[in-house]
């Protein structure tokens, strides 16, 4: 500085380093911390980025507080935004207590609702990142989180001072990771475009977002807490990339049928929220909008639908163009026609990532602007529709559900009311015997009883649904559902639920005390008196009988199941009791298993004779094909649950042969490809390409990812053939089933193609053989999940019955439990699930999804069964 600089200007320049020194410094812009803008073509942030961005910003700014909620499946941490003004964050917890108690709707008074109302402020979710190859919502959130701490405009300060945000960066953190990784390590090479190897979730790809009932993966059950325990939210915005072309987003109204359990408030909130996003893309001349199309409104399961049976408004928006790549589209004419729900069309021309992006943002901001000048509304609706909810309860039957604990499987029945604890219903459970409607029950036996402020829920998971048969015109053929129609849990998880047909009375109630956790009864072992112990037997008629099998096993215990019913100590016991001679250390395994998986045991003084299975310890391998494959990443989720040794296998292995040596049951949902997949893809609408998120098809593959993508080849399936006659237990399931038929030349015909008959998922009953090794343990009558499934006409003679056919049937009257069918007499008697000997081993189909998003407990033990008894060999102890 020159000596001669006056006074005056050192006081100043001193005057203004102190004041910006007192000044908080900026937040950082996404791209200062990323090196791009998130929107850029040809740009990805994966889940590390974003997390480390938002860990960044959190230290800068006093507008957002940073929460880890968990763990994903592959263990990234999750987080939660909570981004208000700074006089709210003050008093968040303060806030989060009146959004429970409107949530609630119980005694409160609505005057007293309204006034915390005006207290409150409206809890708004935005999420992004569910399905990771749309990529473009797991990048808005980036945007909007730097835009809703910095901007200072009037709508933001308007929309921070009467909304609190609950920001999820990414509901599948791995899936991020995957996708851009995947994306950006390719991009630029002569492999760019090459598809994703894997499920962009571990277990349910494009199915994580079928979870939000049935709370199987961490992801899900992390929000859902959330959701249901902390924030209460009266808004939730699921952000999806599938519009129908050539329209640049679907937001709502939703296309029909309703669902008669949603409240109407829900509905109408929904249809308001989505004319306020109407007129937010009119009003910034956003074209291609468009409503009532394709989703609609009578699924429970999704991560917007899940609520509105929690009295939650929820949005779902898909916005086109789930690729960073840009694009030209050209439409014709008939593209370019508006109509009601679709009065501004969109007419085609240049695409940028950048366009899909900004969307999403007029989406949120529609929604933020919209809670912000209605936040006492959307709170005080809230508590309405809970008061409402609760009332009903008091004055509709069915008055509650009564869930006994002494019939079979109570393991399953604990597990299903533990995820409706979970899901936001209270559960009671009974202090001491009590009599409702004419009939006693013991003390310790669970209730959930309808009045309640999410009473619809429990109307969902327990009444079965009834899809309307609405037809395409007077006298026409009907309109096919646009998902499932019938999701029954209680029907599924073969739960028994006994409706209270009058109202509880107020001394019974008080018998009943609310608890955060149900555990089955008691595991114990019933011991011989004065004798010597010669074997455990434990009952199979429940799941947890497999895991135990698993476990004793994986102990090195021998394990047998009863192959005949026999009285053993002057007790019967059914075929399939599982057996367990002993040796040293035996006792004590038994006992500890049982304690700690709540199993009844039974001690014996003699072995027998008598005729058995003895199982093995075993090695299950499912086929995993390249891309991945939703039934087997379920399949493999209920593996490891019930305790089996798994190994994914692929079409190298396949190829290689040699099948036995590496499994003992091989299971395929879908069968392996024969010839080869290396060439391109097909391209899309407009000019994207046919690789991977619309970009080129690449110009060469990765050793190890043509190896995957070249066909099992003829070779191939004689490996198959080989692994069943060496002894080996091949299981088809889903799309595996027909060309096993064909492999395998079984005597089989499948009845439901080229048919009237239809029926997209609903809940059937069977009947069951339970005299077949394959579905011991099970009830004759039990309750299936089919969803585009198989029936098939079969031969008495392979070539002879003793060597196989069906051991489920359709009945010989109407199978629907919960959805929807038409024709349902082309599936009477007809088979369900066969096996067949064939060589040493065996051969099984499921013609229904035994596994479907791992939800229909009660068929599960039908695939143990297969697995466990059709490697196991004859035995005879004396």
């Known amino acids: 500085m020159n000596r001669k600089t006056p006074v005056f200007l050192l006081a100043l320049l001193l005057f203004t380093a102190l004041g910006a020194a007192g000044r908080a410094a900026p937040v950082t812009s996404p791209k200062a911390y990323l090196g791009f803008t998130p929107g850029d073509d040809y740009k990805l942030a994966n889940y590390k980025q974003s997390f480390g961005y938002f860990k960044k910003i959190a230290g800068e700014t006093g507008r957002m507080k940073l929460f880890e909620v968990g763990k994903s499946a592959m263990g990234e941490p999750m987080l939660l935004a909570v981004i208000s003004s700074e006089a709210n964050l003050a008093r968040l917890e303060r806030l989060k207590e009146i959004a429970r108690r409107l949530a609630d709707g119980r005694g409160t008074t609505d005057d007293q609702a309204r006034t915390l109302a005006k207290e409150g402020r409206a809890m708004v979710w935005i999420d992004g990142g569910m399905h990771a190859t749309e990529v473009g919502h797991a990048q808005h959130m980036i945007n909007l989180a730097y835009d809703m701490v910095t901007r200072d405009g009037d709508e933001y300060r308007k929309i921070r001072d009467r909304v609190v945000l609950l920001l999820i960066p990414s509901i599948n953190p791995d899936g991020q990771n995957m996708v851009a990784d995947w994306f950006m390590k390719n991009y630029g090479t002569p492999r760019e475009g090459t598809p994703l190897p894997w499920l962009y979730q571990k277990y349910a790809g494009h199915d994580n977002n079928r979870d939000w009932f049935m709370l199987n993966l961490p992801e899900t059950r992390h929000m859902t807490k959330l959701l249901y325990h902390e924030y209460f939210p009266q808004i939730v915005y699921n952000h999806h990339q599938s519009a129908p072309f050539p329209a640049r987003i679907f937001i709502p109204p939703y296309a029909d049928p309703m669902n008669p359990n949603i409240p109407p408030l829900v509905m109408r909130g929904n249809n308001l929220v989505g004319t306020a996003m109407h007129q937010r893309f009119e009003a910034e001349n956003k074209a291609g909008v468009i409503s009532e199309q394709t989703f609609s409104a009578w699924w429970n ?57 900004d969307y999403m943002n007029t989406g949120s901001m529609g929604v933020l602007y919209i809670a912000a000048d209605l936040s006492e509304t959307f709170q005080f609706n809230r508590y309405l529709m809970a008061k409402r909810a609760a009332q009903q309860g008091e004055t509709e039957a069915p008055y509650g559900f009564i869930f006994p604990l002494d019939r079979r499987d109570p393991n399953t029945a604990a597990d299903f009311l533990n995820r409706m604890i979970l899901g936001g219903l209270e559960v009671q459970v009974a202090r001491t015997p009590f009599m409702q409607d004419g009939v006693t029950y013991p003390a310790g036996t669970p209730v959930i009883l309808a009045a309640q402020p999410h009473r619809p829920h429990l109307m969902d998971m327990v009444l079965p649904q009834k899809h309307p048969m ?18 029954t849990l209680t029907e599924q998880m073969g739960v028994t639920a006994i409706p209270m047909r009058t109202r509880p009375s107020a001394q019974t109630r008080q018998l009943f005390t609310r608890v955060e956790t149900i555990q089955p009864p008691a595991g114990h072992v019933t011991m ?70 709540r199993f009844p045991a039974r001690a014996i003084s003699r072995l027998g004779p008598m005729k058995t299975l003895r199982l093995k310890k075993l090695r299950v391998g499912t086929y995993d094909p390249y891309g991945g494959n939703m039934p087997q990443g379920w399949t493999q989720y209920v593996l490891e649950q019930f305790g089996f040794a798994h190994v994914p296998l692929t079409n190298p292995d396949i190829r290689a042969g040699n099948l036995k040596e590496k499994v003992d049951v091989l299971i395929l949902t879908t069968f392996p490809n024969v010839i080869d997949r290396r060439a391109s893809g097909q391209a899309g609408p407009g000019t994207l390409g046919g690789g991977f998120l619309g ?9 190890e990812v043509a190896a995957r993508l070249q066909g099992i080849g003829d070779a191939g399936r004689e490996n198959l053939v080989a692994f069943v006659r060496s002894g080996g237990v ?72 003793s060597q196989g056919g069906a051991f489920v049937r359709y ?7 919960s959805g929807w069918i038409i024709g349902d007499e082309v599936i009477h008697n007809k088979a369900a699930a066969v096996e067949y ?35 196991a060999q004859p035995a005879t102890l004396n």
């Open 301 to 357: 399961g999704g991560m917007r639908t899940t609520p509105y049976f929690h009295n939650v408004i929820g949005i779902l928006t898909e916005t086109a163009h789930a690729s960073p790549y840009p694009a030209e589209y050209k439409l014709t004419p008939e593209q370019m026609e508006p109509t009601g729900w679709y009065p501004n069309p969109y007419k085609g021309g240049s695409w940028r990532f950048r366009d899909t992006v």
């Open 470 to 487: 609405r037809l395409q015109y007077p006298g026409g053929p009907p309109l096919k559902p646009y998902d499932i129609a019938g999701w």
């Open 528 to 597: 011989t008196q004065g004798k010597v112990t010669a074997a455990f037997l434990l009952p199979h008629d429940r799941n947890i009988a497999v895991t135990a099998t698993n476990r004793l096993l994986a102990l090195g215990e021998q394990v047998h199941w009863l192959s005949e019913d026999a009285a053993i100590d002057g007790v019967a016991h059914p075929a399939g009791t599982v057996f367990v001679p002993t040796k040293p250390g035996t006792d004590e395994n038994v006992r500890r298993i049982a304690g700690e998986l």
């Open 695 to 703: 970009g080129p098809a690449p110009k060469e593959l990765a050793p």
């Open 730 to 801: 091949l299981i088809g399931l889903e799309s595996a089933n027909e060309p096993l038929v064909n492999l395998f030349k079984l005597p089989l015909r499948e009845v439901t193609k080229d048919s009237k008959f239809y029926s997209p998922g609903s809940v059937f009953k069977v009947d069951v053989d339970p005299t077949h090794p394959f579905a011991w343990g099970m009830p004759a009558e039990a309750k299936i999940f089919f969803s585009d499934g198989a029936a098939w006409e079969s031969s008495v003679s392979f070539p002879s019955a």
């Open 811 to 817: 009945p010989a009257t109407n199978p629907l439990v």
């Open 837 to 871: 000997r064939i060589g040493a081993g065996r051969v099984a189909l499921f013609g229904f999804d035994v596994t479907f998003r791992a939800q229909p407990h009660q068929g599960f033990l039908l695939l143990f069964n297969a697995m466990h008894a059709g490697a």
